[in-house]
């Protein structure tokens, strides 16, 4: 398996398993179903359009078009946990202020819709 994007082991271990098996770059962008100039982006941090794939769509096409499976426990880890709704059908889970609790998906299209972006644009960093 590929080490998540936000590791700096990232773009060498794509770019050497994609080596190994003798594949293109345009290879593995056909194969993951990915624009043609992005696996140069992914492997070449001192590019000046590098950029890390998505780990919930990006990085699971890319781990399975180099013959990677991954394990059901990081797949479970990426899956959204929808809001529960309350008896009157609105979404419960808010904190003291008032905010609402967001999947990742429902936080990328709200900030795509305010900054006028597509929402393959948005990266969300969460640091805890």
């Not at 050497?16 to 770059?25: I, N, T, V, Y």
């Not at 624009?35 to 492997?43: I, K, L, T």
């Not at 070449?44 to 059901?72: H, M, Q």
């Not at 972006?117 to 805890?128: F, H, K, L, M, N």
């Amino acid at each position: 398996m590929l080490p998540y994007p936000s590791s700096p082991e990232f773009p060498a271990a794509l770019k050497a398993r994609r080596e190994s098996l003798g594949m293109s770059r345009s290879a593995l962008a056909r194969e993951a179903k990915i624009h043609v100039v992005m696996p140069r982006r992914y492997e070449e941090s001192d590019c000046g359009e590098f950029a890390r794939p998505r780990v919930d769509t990006t990085w699971l096409a890319l781990n399975k078009a180099l013959g990677y499976d991954i394990p059901d426990d990081i797949l479970g880890s990426l899956v959204q946990t929808p809001l529960t709704p309350s008896a009157d059908g609105e979404n419960s889970t808010t904190n003291a202020e008032g905010a609402k609790a967001l999947t990742l998906a429902e936080a990328k299209a709200g900030l795509a819709l305010t900054f006028g972006v597509d929402v393959d644009r948005i990266e969300i960093t969460i640091r805890g």
